[in-house]
């Protein structure tokens, strides 16, 4: 019976399970995508680990028929960063695919939505995720998220866009200046992080005192924090910036 497999990646190569391994093994075409996000290994990486032949996809080929089309007559894999589902293009394949009648299987992984854990906050006291994109001209839905998340005291991820392909990334610092300037205080709390769950850089303190911290390379994330308690206070001490600074 030929299927349509979404795999899910993790971070970076030691995230890859053995299902992800054993499910690429009976694929007759494995694909991959990179413009989602950011990967800690490169494609031929990949194919020596996976021993296969692996093809880049570009977004449009993605969100057009022809994984579709194929998975009609042979199995097919995507191999996706993170967890295949944590971005709607994916899950709007897999409907696709199943409104077709084709078989589907999902392979999941760590994403950002787990690893954000490790800044020593609960993922339980997050509320809806945002992202801020390269033009913010306008743009008035991530200052929205965070003002909403706020007045119910739960922290907010806000994930910076990037265009790997032309290696454009929206900076931290780029992000922090339009929260300032859509009325997030600048002694508002904040996370930002670089590269989560692969050599994670993560750095606490006032949105203010971030702006002049530098967090390497990409991929970059923000967190907004809401009314943090004691656990996650002490957790994520490790990571506090003196603030002291002018």
Do not use: W
Not at 96 to 124: D, F, M, N, Q
Not at 132 to 161: A, C, M, R, S, Y
């Amino acid at each position: 019976m030929v299927m349509l497999y979404l795999i899910s990646l993790g971070l970076k190569k030691e995230d890859i399970s053995l299902g992800a391994l054993e499910t690429v093994k009976k694929c007759d075409l494995v694909y991959t995508e990179k413009y989602t996000s950011l990967y800690g290994n490169s494609l031929e990486d990949l194919k020596k680990l996976f021993n296969k032949q692996i093809i880049e996809l570009k977004r449009e080929e993605v969100e057009s028929d022809k994984l579709i089309k194929e998975s009609k007559n042979e199995n097919v894999a995507l191999l996706v960063i993170g967890d295949c589902l944590t971005a709607t293009t994916h899950i709007s394949l897999l409907m696709e695919a199943r409104k077709k009648k084709i078989k589907t299987k999902v392979v999941h992984g760590p994403s950002i939505l787990t690893a954000i854990a490790e800044t020593g906050l609960s993922i339980y006291k997050f509320g809806a995720v945002t992202s801020i994109p390269f033009n913010t001209d306008n743009i008035k839905t991530p200052i929205e998220v965070v003002k909403k998340n706020q007045e119910i005291g739960l922290h907010t991820l806000i994930l910076l866009d990037l265009n790997p392909a032309e290696k454009k990334y929206v900076a931290l610092k780029e992000a922090i200046e339009y929260l300032i300037k859509n009325g997030i205080k600048k002694e508002q709390l904040c996370i930002g992080c670089a590269r989560l769950g692969n050599n994670s850089i993560i750095k606490k303190g006032k949105a203010i005192d971030l702006m002049k911290e530098e967090f390497g390379d990409p991929p970059y994330s923000l967190i907004v924090i809401g009314n943090i308690g004691f656990l996650e206070e002490e957790a994520s001490a490790f990571f506090n910036i003196d603030s002291k600074r002018s």
